[in-house]
């Protein structure tokens, strides 16, 4: 799987819009891009994940640039409980049983400000 | 939220024990992983399942068996415990092997070892 690259920790206020960053630069034309994120003593959750065009859902978008080195994902009106640390994966597909995992990096801490 | 049940949810123990955690889904999701996560690592898969009585190792996999015997129930067993095992230890389930299909996660046993 390709590796990610995203900062360590970002700060928001509580109602504005959260964009975190993710590059992949090295990234392959097969690869989906996977968003999770992991608030404290739980299990990561699902947010999105894309392949080449813009998605949205109920949580959050998700912009991949169209060469696909990098994406953000945006939280559209941030609220306190919106703070985690977020993961972005990259991932591809397994046409036969292999060693199907998903590759955690560190994340980002976001945080969001009252 | 998937219906992914972990137990326990905290135990400690000693040195040279046996553990068996245990992971119940009413999903009926035919894939099923064992993932630990410590400070600096991420999460990391040990085992995996694709099917009743079906497993695979990941690539933290030594010092752990798993077992599946019904399609709800995966359990990883440590035959005799050592303090390197001590983590919090997470469950994950999948409807389909292909990579398009998140995987959601339990909320963790966190495990103690003396």
């Known amino acids: 799987d390709a590796k990610t690259t995203q900062p360590t920790s970002m700060d928001c206020a509580e109602g504005r819009a959260a964009n975190l960053p993710c590059n992949h630069s090295?990234?392959?034309?097969?690869?989906?891009v996977y968003w999770y994120r992991q608030i404290h003593s739980q299990g990561p959750q699902y947010i999105i994940h894309?392949?080449?065009n813009n998605e949205t859902n109920e949580m959050a978008s998700l912009i991949i640039t169209e060469d696909r080195k990098s994406s953000t994902l945006i939280l559209p009106h941030a609220t306190l409980r919106d703070t985690a640390v977020y993961y972005c994966?990259?991932?591809?597909?397994?046409?036969?049983?292999?060693?199907?995992?998903?590759?955690f990096g560190t994340g980002t801490r976001l945080t969001i400000i009252p | 939220d998937a219906g992914i049940t972990q137990s326990p949810r905290h135990k400690v123990t000693e040195t040279g024990t046996p553990v068996t955690l245990r992971c119940h889904q009413t999903?009926?999701?035919?894939?099923m992983y064992w993932y630990r996560q410590d400070p600096g690592h991420g999460l990391r898969l040990i085992h995996y399942?694709?099917?009743?009585?079906?497993?695979d190792k990941g690539e933290v996999s030594d010092g752990y068996s798993v077992s599946r015997s019904k399609t709800e129930d995966f359990l990883l067993t440590l035959e005799s415990a050592t303090s390197s095992q001590t983590s919090v230890y997470f469950c994950?389930?999948?409807?389909?092997?292909?990579?398009?299909?998140?995987?959601?996660f339990g909320d963790g046993t966190r495990l103690s070892i003396l």
């Open positions: 994950a389930i999948s409807d389909s092997f292909r990579a398009i299909q998140p995987q959601h």
């Open positions: 999903e009926n999701h035919r894939y």
């Open positions: 894309g392949l080449k």
């Open positions: 090295t990234i392959s034309g097969n690869e989906y």
């Open positions: 399942s694709y099917g009743v009585k079906d497993t």
């Open positions: 994966i990259v991932r591809v597909p397994l046409s036969n049983f292999g060693n199907e995992k998903l590759t």
